[in-house]
């Protein structure tokens, strides 16, 4: 049984860091374009980037671009999103999601096949 587990999730003020984990179990997506959503409550989900199989390539949504890294470790099955100097507004649940196509790299949420079930980011000011 597939599995995705994100980490590291927590309470952090403005300005601050944080460094979320997604792990995969039960099957290897080294060639799979593997990506984060966030949602916040009582708003859509919410893109937040996504890199390509081999790390070649990777795009963030404009909310985060300079602040958040995405990075991924193949022989781990994981992927890592680096969030620093943290918002208010970045307060969500954060979840990663594998592209259900190997090599396939699109940002859109009905293109992802598996999903993990989040973990909550809450910035205070």
């Known amino acids: 049984q597939v599995q995705l587990v994100e980490s590291g999730g927590g309470l952090v003020q403005a300005g601050g860091s944080l460094r979320l984990s997604c792990a995969a179990f039960?099957?290897?997506?080294?060639?799979?374009?593997m990506a984060w959503f966030r949602q916040a409550p009582g708003k859509e989900r919410e893109f937040v980037g996504n890199?390509?199989?081999?790390?070649?390539?990777?795009v963030y949504a404009d909310t985060v671009k300079g602040r958040f890294t995405i990075s991924r470790d193949n022989a781990k099955n994981t992927v890592y999103l680096q969030m620093n100097s943290l918002k208010p507004e970045d307060t969500a649940v954060y979840s990663c999601a594998v592209n259900s196509r190997p090599f396939r790299f699109t940002s859109r949420a009905e293109d992802m096949g598996y999903w993990g079930k989040g973990t909550l980011v809450t910035v205070s000011s």
């Open positions: 890199i390509n199989w081999s790390a070649s390539a990777i």
């Open positions: 039960g099957r290897t997506f080294s060639m799979h374009a």
